[in-house]
């Protein structure tokens, strides 16, 4: 049995609003793993979700929309369960005391197979976030929602520490423009002069979906490599986001 609420909150990790449909899921030992890649090649990343009552798997999730709009439909604590044939699942059962639903699974092989990391990458800043930063930057970048960027650089504030300066609106001279200051800030090496910028509307529905996580990081390395970690308070519920720099 598992809470509606948990597993709606697991598959908005990756789901970010529509931005990745079909992926798999893999359940070993009861934790689930999803992991996945932009369409733009911009982000990929991963969630894991403990007490997943399914039996180690591997399942073809097509169409999350769907999916999501199948569970919506049910309430509390739902029961999940497989239909099989020739011991290989074929669909998702999901069950509330009122409904049942019925999930067809995708062939693994039509999944898009999504990309991952390859050795060990250092970072030159590091900055904590929590809830208000999160719903900090997603008004920052509602504010100026005709433009998909966000440039970041570091910055310093009236007492002279150490801040990343979020400044979403473009690298245009002349256009409108929001920014919001990351403090917690931890550096090694980073010029004066350093900015890189992102697509910030992944961005945004990268921290939307996290708003409900008890803390998070963005960690930045001077290849323009961006990491996003976020964790729920017991830690059963994490996710992961690595974006790459778009060109200044």
């Known amino acids: 049995m598992i809470q509606k609420l948990h597993l709606t909150s697991a598959i908005s990790k990756y789901y970010l609003n529509a931005m990745n449909e079909a992926v798999i899921w893999e359940i070993k030992d009861n934790i689930l793993t999803v992991k996945f890649t932009a369409p ?124 990343i300066e979020m400044e979403f609106g473009g690298n245009v001279e002349y256009a409108n423009k929001v920014s919001f200051y990351l403090s917690n800030v931890e550096t090694v090496n980073v010029p004066d002069n350093f900015k890189v910028q992102y697509n910030s509307d992944m961005i945004k529905e990268i921290m939307a979906a996290n708003k409900d996580m008890h803390e998070g990081s963005m960690s930045i390395n001077l290849d323009g490599i961006m990491k996003l970690e976020f964790a729920n308070e017991n830690k059963t519920l994490t996710s992961v986001y690595y974006l790459v720099a778009k060109e200044i």
């Open 40 to 163: 733009s090649k911009e982000m990929l990343g991963s969630i894991t979700f403990h007490d997943v009552p399914l039996e180690n798997s591997k399942i073809g999730i097509s169409n999350t929309t769907q999916l999501n709009k199948l569970i919506h439909i049910t309430n509390g604590v739902l029961d999940l369960k497989y239909v099989k044939q020739k011991n290989l699942p074929y669909k998702l059962i999901i069950a509330d005391k009122s409904f049942t639903v019925n999930y067809s699974l995708a062939d693994l092989m039509i999944i898009p197979k999504p990309g991952d990391i390859i050795g060990d990458i250092n970072f030159n800043i590091k900055a904590s976030i929590d809830s208000e930063d999160i719903t900090s930057i997603v008004k920052a970048k509602s504010a100026v929602a005709e433009s998909e960027v966000v440039v970041i650089k570091p910055s310093a504030n009236d007492d002279g520490e150490y801040i």
